[in-house]
């Protein structure tokens, strides 16, 4: 089945330590995006790429940085610059080149929930 | 740029009874998409009912409902005979028509949602 697979689902990330959270996706999707969700808040954007080797600032890129070498995977790694890492992290991948879209505008991987140690 | 606001933090309802959450957004744009998303507590985001704001019958997916009101910009999400699997967290989202950069989504704050047996 197509999808996306992020991984791990729980991370942990001790004081002054670089982590990267995985994101895979097989949907031949050319766009993905990455998003942070605090507790019961909403979803903000935080980097996304629509092509390969190329990718913008989201609202919060702040802390983030993130590459785009291949067309399946946009790993997300959160620095020690992000003094505030606790969060559930979302991956998400879209198409761009169908002018009407998918069923689903953005399709979502499972999440990854990151805690400092 | 877009903004989309849930004014209602949280709502509680009864088994079996209806419920209606609440959005605005604000844009210029004048051809947009707009969706409701439900977080239920696996955090998965599931695509609940979309809306093209060119049409302008409202949608309808089993019991989910909408009141899509564009010259007031309101978008409220009606849910008829309340299950207890509608516990989620609600999320209202915003898209611009389709271009040539993806399908990128912007997010309101989010509603939560009890369903009370």
């Known amino acids: 089945d197509g999808g996306i697979t992020q991984s791990p689902k729980y991370l942990f990330r001790k004081e002054g330590q670089n982590v990267t959270l995985s994101c895979e996706q097989n949907?031949?999707?050319?766009?993905m995006y990455w998003y942070r969700q605090d507790p019961g808040q909403g979803l903000r954007l935080i980097y996304y790429?629509?092509?390969?080797?190329?990718?913008q600032k989201g609202d919060i890129a702040e802390g983030y940085s993130v590459s785009r070498e291949k067309k399946e995977s946009f790993p997300l790694t959160v620095t020690s610059a992000q003094k505030n890492p606790t969060a559930f992290y979302l991956c998400a991948s879209s198409p761009t080149m169908d002018r009407y879209y998918s069923n689903q505008p953005q399709h979502f991987g499972d999440g990854t929930r990151l805690s400092i140690l | 740029a877009q903004t989309v606001t849930q004014s209602q933090p949280e709502m509680s309802v009864q088994e079996a009874e209806t419920v209606t959450l609440s959005c605005t957004y604000d844009t210029s744009e004048s051809n947009y998409y707009l969706f409701w998303y439900k977080q239920p507590p696996s955090r998965q985001m599931i695509l609940v009912i979309r809306?093209?704001?060119?049409?302008?019958q409202n949608a309808t997916e089993n019991r989910f409902s909408v009141n899509f009101q564009k010259a007031a910009k309101s978008f409220s999400l009606k849910i008829s005979d309340s299950q207890l699997g509608d516990t989620a967290m609600y999320f209202c989202a915003f898209m611009k028509q389709w271009n040539n950069a993806g399908n990128m989504l912007t997010f309101g704050g989010g509603t939560r949602l009890m369903v009370k047996p």
């Open positions: 949907l031949n999707h050319d766009a």
């Open positions: 790429s629509h092509i390969v080797n190329d990718f």
């Open positions: 809306q093209e704001a060119y049409k302008q």
